[in-house]
Antibody
Framework: EVQLVESGGDLVQPGGSLRLSCAASGFTLSAYWMTWVRQAPGKGLEFVANIKKDGTYKVYVDSVKGRFTISRDNAQNLLFLQMNSLRVEDTGVYYC??????????WGQGTLVSVST | EVVLTQSPGTLSLSPGERATLSCRASQSVGSNFVAWYQHKPGQAPRLLMY???KRATGIPDRFSGSGSGTDFTLTISRLEPEDFAVYYCQYYGQRFGPGTKVEVK
């Protein structure tokens, strides 16, 4: 069974940093692109970033470019999202997800990031 | 860049009724690139359709997808109680539409 378990969400002040992790099991992580998606309170789903199977290519939504970094450790079955210079508008639930061809077929339960004074 | 719009914003229907959800792209896109998701509060989103019309694993056949070019449709033939949720279309595995809420009338 495919499982994705996010961790690392927390309350942080504007300008602060967080590192989210996603532990993958039930499949071979190195065989899939992976994605982070977020949902702000009361809003819809928003693509944040994705990363190629071997970590050599990454795509970011414009609003996080230069502040967030997606990375992976295939040997440890882990996906990461390093978030720096956090803003209030980054608040939300962050989901780790597995890519298939032009879609996302498996999702974690999400981890909550709150950016507030 | 492709922008997705979804209509209506909210659809009020009764169980057993047919639901038709629209997703429009700002420019013509390949049908391989359109997916649909169901999202309920407090749960992870669920992939329903990919490549416009292919049902994901375990998705019942009351869900169907169609469309081409700029106009895509998700149809739920007969609403079951568990189908009341928010539905999102997605382009290229990245950009999402704003969602359509299907609520109980």
């Amino acid at each position: 069974e495919v499982q994705l378990v996010e961790s690392g969400g927390d309350l942080v002040q504007p300008g602060g940093s967080l590192r989210l992790s996603c532990a993958a099991s039930g499949f071979t992580l190195s065989a899939y692109w992976m994605t982070w998606v977020r949902q702000a309170p009361g809003k819809g789903l928003e693509f944040v970033a994705n990363i190629k199977k071997d970590g050599t290519y990454k795509v970011y939504v414009d609003s996080v470019k230069g502040r967030f970094t997606i990375s992976r450790d295939n040997a440890q079955n882990l996906l990461f999202l390093q978030m720096n210079s956090l803003r209030v508008e980054d608040t939300g639930v962050y989901y780790c997800a597995r890519d298939v061809t032009y879609a996302v077929d498996s999702w974690g339960q999400g981890t909550l990031v709150s950016v507030s004074t | 860049e492709v922008v997705l719009t979804q209509s209506p914003g909210t659809l009020s229907l009764s169980p057993g009724e047919r639901a038709t959800l629209s997703c429009r792209a700002s420019q013509s896109v390949g049908s391989n690139f359109v997916a649909w998701y169901q999202h309920k509060p407090g749960q992870a989103p669920r992939l329903l359709m990919y490549g416009t019309s292919k049902r994901a694993t375990g998705i019942p056949d009351r869900f169907s997808g169609s469309g081409s070019g700029t106009d895509f449709t998700l149809t739920i033939s007969r609403l079951e109680p568990e189908d009341f949720a928010v539905y999102y279309c997605q382009y290229y595995g990245q950009r999402f539409g704003p969602g359509t809420k299907v609520e109980v009338k």
